[in-house]
């Protein structure tokens, strides 16, 4: 099943997300590589459609990433899963501590 490309009005917390980033390398001889790096979580916060927070659990260890939403390497944003039940708050920050509820999302 192939996953859904979101647009940035479609965003809101709870999703869970992979963003597509191109990054841009340079190796010891100057060379410049580009390649598509994808952090997959789940949103746990959107700034006045300005920034997004994502989190995700790697290797045990939480880790959240700010995506600005006009940042021009972001090739794309792939829903993953909905939740399921609906989220009735704005900012999901109470993941950081309860990780039975990210695995819930």
């Excluded at 809101?12 to 841009?24: D, F, W």
């Amino acid at each position: 099943m192939a996953n859904k490309v979101l647009k940035v009005e479609d965003l809101k917390p709870g999703l869970k997300v992979k963003v597509h980033q191109t990054i841009k390398e340079t190796n010891t001889k100057g060379e410049e590589k580009e390649r598509i790096q994808v952090f997959e979580g789940v949103i746990i916060g959107i700034s006045q459609n300005k920034t997004m927070t994502i989190r995700k659990i790697s290797y045990g260890i939480g880790v959240e990433k700010i995506f600005p939403l006009d940042l021009p390497s972001i090739e794309k944003i792939e829903l993953v899963k909905e939740p399921k039940k609906p989220v009735r708050r704005a900012k999901l920050t109470h993941l950081r501590k309860n990780t039975k509820a990210m695995r819930e999302l």
